[in-house]
């Protein structure tokens, strides 16, 4: 029997409540949502600070009533490679713990090379793995396949276990990379095929910027084909992880259309 995959959204600085993403992922009935600490300068957002003791108790008992899967998306100026950001990081996988979530997500950074990356990146492997968490490394606008590739080929032939690390595949930074640019499906394609994805983030772009449109508003509002390949490449690879919607828009349906297309095409594929 094929896993379910789940879809769901993401908290968001724009929001005018830390809560609203989340009660409306409830409202909505999506099984997944992922909380993205990105307090801003001005005020907007929040960090990991601001959710309290309470707080994380009330999310973690509410998403298991739900049935709802969470993940915690680090701060993007987390970056192992840079002492400073590491506390952050840490705070990050304990809010993860805290909440009940099942993974943690941050940013391949490549400016020191792969090599230095993954060193540095060891003590969050095996924080994470002590507390039963996995751990996705998300690709940017800047990271290649090939990247991914090298780094995981890294991964399999170290001595400490990486079983419950994986990449998650943000089809919009793919669809900006330099080497696959308005073509996301030739990026999975240049993944090897043994290295794990375990999480997804949807949204789309036009190849200029990244503006984060939801899905089936963008160039596959007219044409979905892009998306119904990148489902299938999941679905060979029997990914059973969520779906996260990155997006927090006005007109919230949009949120539960994207998440009722998704689901009906992976019935039909």
Not at 90 to 95: H, M, S
Request: charged residues 20%; negative net charge.
């Amino acid at each position: 029997m094929t896993a379910k995959i789940k879809i769901g959204n993401q908290t968001a600085c724009s929001s005018v409540s830390l809560m609203s993403p989340f009660e409306y992922a409830i409202a909505s009935g999506f099984d997944a949502f992922e909380w993205f600490p990105d307090k801003k300068d001005w005020g907007a957002g929040f960090n990991e600070g601001d959710i309290n003791k309470d707080l994380r108790i009330y999310i973690k008992e509410t998403a298991k009533v739900k049935g709802i899967t969470l993940s915690v998306h680090a701060d993007v100026t987390c970056n192992p490679l840079y002492q400073h950001t590491h506390t952050q990081l840490y705070d990050g996988i304990e809010l993860a713990r805290d909440i009940g979530a099942v993974l943690v997500n941050i940013h391949l950074h490549m400016e020191q090379g792969v090599e230095i990356y993954f060193d540095k990146l060891i003590p969050f492997i095996v924080k994470t793995s002590e507390l039963g968490l996995k751990l996705s490394i998300e690709n940017t606008p800047q990271t290649t396949p090939q990247n991914f590739n090298s780094l995981f080929n890294l991964m399999r032939n170290s001595s400490i276990d990486t079983s419950h690390v994986g990449m998650c595949f943000d089809v919009g930074h793919a669809n900006l990379c330099y080497s696959t640019t308005n073509n996301y499906v030739d990026y999975i394609n240049q993944l090897d095929i043994t290295l794990p994805i375990i999480h997804i983030h949807m949204h789309e772009n036009y190849g200029e910027y990244d503006n984060h449109l939801a899905v089936f508003t963008g160039p596959s509002v007219d044409n979905p084909e892009g998306i119904i390949q990148v489902l299938k490449r999941l679905k060979k690879r029997k990914f059973s992880g969520a779906i996260i919607l990155e997006q927090w828009l006005e007109d919230r349906a949009i949120l539960k259309n994207s998440s009722d297309r998704l689901r009906n095409i992976l019935k039909e594929i």
